[in-house]
């Protein structure tokens, strides 16, 4: 180095070229363990509560509430307010609402009526709507249900109307019913998530019981 340099130059480290994919190897793992640590911990404390009070209301409704209940109020706003209600606690995804919705056109449900249930039942149920409220604050539940809802009553009337307008048949086409996933990895992966949930209620009495003991000493 020279005189006139006001640092002394750093050695150069000869690094093997295997070092930079084991970098990003344990880099890669670590964004893993991270994404699992989160999910299991905060994101699941932040929804379970909701999520148990959504299954709660949709084994409810699925158990005292027959499919010819809706049948009796066939179409108009009438039935689409009575499919929204009665599918907000449903519970239901998109995949599990098709065949729901092709029975409702079999007993004689309106094609619009059956587009709203398809629409709004799988964006707002009431696990959604708790955790929208937690995170987002109320006004945000107001204007998503607003939305969510407006936009399925007006594809409802418009589905409707080009039905009567044009004479379109809706017909649904009756085949075998086949699982998305095999009964074997569900059932695993619910008695997976029932452990981590007691494992975080667990871990909450156990705090609150050590602030308790702190407040009385």
């Known amino acids: 180095t020279s005189c006139c340099a006001s640092k002394t130059a750093e050695p150069k480290v000869q690094t093997s070229c295997c070092d930079k994919p084991n970098k990003a190897l344990q880099s890669q793992w670590q964004k893993v363990q991270q994404a699992i640590s989160f999910s299991c911990n905060k994101l699941l404390s932040d929804t379970m509560v909701w999520l148990m009070i959504g299954l709660f209301f949709a084994a409810l409704v699925q158990t005292y509430v027959p499919e010819s209940f809706l049948t009796q109020w066939g179409s108009g706003i009438v039935a689409m307010l009575v499919v929204i209600l009665i599918s907000i606690p449903m519970y239901i995804c998109a995949t599990a609402s098709t065949p729901i919705a092709a029975g409702l056109l079999l007993s004689g449900v309106s094609p619009g009526a059956v587009l709203v249930f398809m ?19 109320k006004r945000a539940v107001f204007a998503y249900l607003t939305g969510v809802i407006g936009v399925a009553l007006i594809f409802g009337f418009l589905t409707d109307y080009l039905v009567t307008e044009f004479g379109f048949v809706v017909s649904p086409q009756l085949g075998e019913e086949h699982q998305v996933l095999p009964y074997w990895l569900s059932f695993i992966c619910g008695v997976i998530l029932i452990a981590l949930i007691l494992r975080l209620v667990v871990i909450a009495l156990q705090a609150k019981r050590k602030v308790t003991g702190k407040s009385i000493t």
Do not use: F, R
């Open 119 to 137: 629409l709004a039942g799988p964006a707002t149920n009431i696990a959604t709507l708790g955790v929208v409220a937690n995170e987002l604050g």
